[in-house]
C-alpha cells in the first residue's frame, strides 16, 4: 500500500459488497440460461438444467441474506437523499453528462449511487418475492404466480441494465473507484475529485484514515 | 409439417365408459393411485400426473327443467399456440410435426411454468421424479399411423383423429346436424387446438372449460416483450458507455492529469 492513501471501506463492508454482487451475477447468468433457450448451454455447463435451476434458487437465498446485509449496511449513507444538494447534483447529471462549471460537492455517496443503491434494494427485494413465488407455485394462486413471472422478468430487465452502468462507472468511467471495493484505499486525488464533501467532514472530525499516518484522534488533534 | 392431425370429440356420442381413460393409462403405462370419492362417478377427480385424460361427470339442468348428464373427455387440447412451450425454459415441451404438443421428459427440470401458464390447466406435476407430464396424443403411435390409445378404445365413434381441415369440416357438420346449442369448440382460439370439441351445449356450460382460452397476457408480456427488453437494455446501456467515454470522457482525479499526477513522465 502507498503512504498516502485515504481508507474508503472497512472489510466488512466490502464483503457484504461483494456477497451481493457475486451472487447476483451468479443469479443473472443462471437465470439467463434458463430464459433464452440459446443460453441452455450454461445448463450443460453444470451438469445439466435441472442443476443451473437448483443453483438459481439457492443461489437466490444467499442473495437475498447478502441483500439484506447490504441494505441494512448502506441504508443511512446511501438510502437517504440529503436535500438542496442533491437535487443540484441531479440536475447537472453528475458532471457526467455535460461540462459543468461548478459541481456541488458530494459527500460519501453523490446520488446517483444513492439511486443505483435504492433501484438494488428496490427490485433485489422484488426478485427475492417473487422468486420464491415462483419457486413453490402450487401455495400461490395461479394469477399471482403469472403476475411474478412478469415482476421477475421486470426485475431483470433492470439490474441487469444497470449492472453494466456499474461495471463502466467503477472501471473506465470513473478511473481509481475500483481499489475502494478490493482493497478499500483510494487516491486523495480520487476523493478531492469524486466525494470532496466526505473528505472534508472526515478532515473535520478526525475520522480520516491516511495510510502511514498515526490515526489522529477527535477534532483532527494527532 | 408432415401432417396436421385433429383428433374431433364428439360429445354427443360419448357415453362417459372410459374405455379411453383405461386405454389411455395402459398404452402410457401410468399407474393407478388410491382416490378420494366425493359424490361423483367422475374419477379421479381431476387430471393428474398419472391421469393424462379423463372424463368428467356433470349434472346439468335444461331450459325445460330436465336434468342431464354432460360427459366431456379432458386433456391437453394441443394448442398451436401453445403457452406451455412459450414458458418452457429448456425446450423439454416442443410441438411435432402433427402439430401435436410432446414433450421430452429428460429435458423437462420441473420448474413447474407450463402448469402456470396452461389456460387449460393441463400438465400436471409428479413429485417423485420432479418432472410434468400430460398428454402426447400418443406421439409413438402417430409417428407408425396408429391412432391414438383412447381413439383406438372409443366404441361409440366419439373420438377420431385425421387431417386437420377434414375433421374441422366434419366437425361443423356434425354440429349443424345436432343444431340447438351444439358448437364447435377448438378451431377459433391459440390459433386453433389440435383436439377440437363437438359440445352439444355452449361452452359456458361445462365446468372447467374456459370459454375463451388464450395464452395468459403476463406469459405474452414476459416472454415477448420483457425477455428481448433484457438484451436490447443491456445493449443499449454498453453501447451508451462506450458514447460517453468517447464523447464526454472518463471521471478522472484531477492531480492525475498534471505532471504531478499519474503523468511523472
Known sequence: MKIGMIKATGPFERVVHWCVALSCLLLCFTGMGMMYHSLNGLGTMVGGMANLKTIHNFGGIFFAISLVFTIGMWWKEAGLFSFPEDWQWIIAGGGYLWHVENMPEVGKYNPGQKMFFLVVALFGAIMVASGLIIWFPFSFAVSLVRMMYVLHALGFVIIFAFFFVHLYLVTIGAPGSAPAMFTGWVTKAWVKKQHPKWLKEMEEDGTLVVYGEEKCSKKGRC | ?265
Not at chain 2, 47 to 71: D, S, Y
Not at chain 2, 96 to 110: L, N, Q, R
Not at chain 2, 183 to 195: A, E, L, M, Q, R
Not at chain 2, 233 to 255: E, M, R, W
Open chain 2, 1 to 265: 409439417m408432415k401432417k396436421e392431425l385433429v383428433k374431433l370429440i364428439d360429445l354427443s356420442r360419448c357415453t362417459a365408459c372410459r374405455g379411453c381413460q383405461v386405454a389411455c393409462k395402459q398404452w402410457n403405462e401410468l399407474p393407478a393411485k388410491r382416490t378420494k370419492n366425493f359424490g361423483s362417478y367422475q374419477n379421479p377427480p381431476d387430471l393428474q400426473w398419472n391421469t393424462w385424460t379423463l372424463i368428467r361427470f356433470q349434472e346439468h339442468e335444461k331450459k325445460n327443467g330436465k336434468v342431464n348428464w354432460l360427459f366431456r373427455k379432458d386433456g391437453c387440447m394441443h394448442c398451436t399456440d401453445a403457452a406451455c412451450i412459450k414458458v418452457c425454459p429448456t425446450g423439454a415441451l416442443y410441438h411435432t410435426e402433427f402439430g401435436s404438443v410432446s414433450m421430452h421428459a429428460d429435458k423437462c427440470i420441473g420448474c413447474k411454468a407450463c402448469i402456470t401458464a396452461c389456460p387449460f390447466s393441463v400438465p400436471k406435476y409428479n413429485a417423485d421424479t420432479n418432472k410434468i407430464a400430460k398428454c402426447d396424443l400418443c406421439y409413438t403411435r402417430l409417428q407408425v399411423n396408429q391412432p391414438p390409445a383412447c381413439v383406438l378404445s372409443c366404441p361409440t365413434g366419439a373420438l377420431q383423429i385425421g387431417a386437420k381441415d377434414a375433421m374441422i369440416k366434419k366437425a361443423y357438420a356434425r354440429a349443424e346436424e345436432l343444431g340447438g346449442d351444439a358448437n364447435v369448440y377448438g378451431d377459433k382460439f391459440v390459433d386453433g387446438t389440435h383436439v377440437v370439441y363437438i359440445l352439444p351445449e355452449r361452452a359456458d356450460v361445462y365446468e372447467h372449460l374456459p370459454v375463451d382460452p388464450k395464452v395468459p397476457l403476463e406469459i405474452i408480456i414476459w416472454k415477448d416483450v420483457l425477455k428481448p427488453a433484457g438484451l436490447l437494455a443491456a445493449g443499449a446501456v454498453v453501447a451508451g458507455c462506450f458514447l460517453h467515454y468517447i464523447t464526454h470522457g472518463p471521471k478522472t482525479p484531477d492531480d492525475e492529469t498534471t505532471c504531478e499526477g499519474g503523468n511523472k513522465s
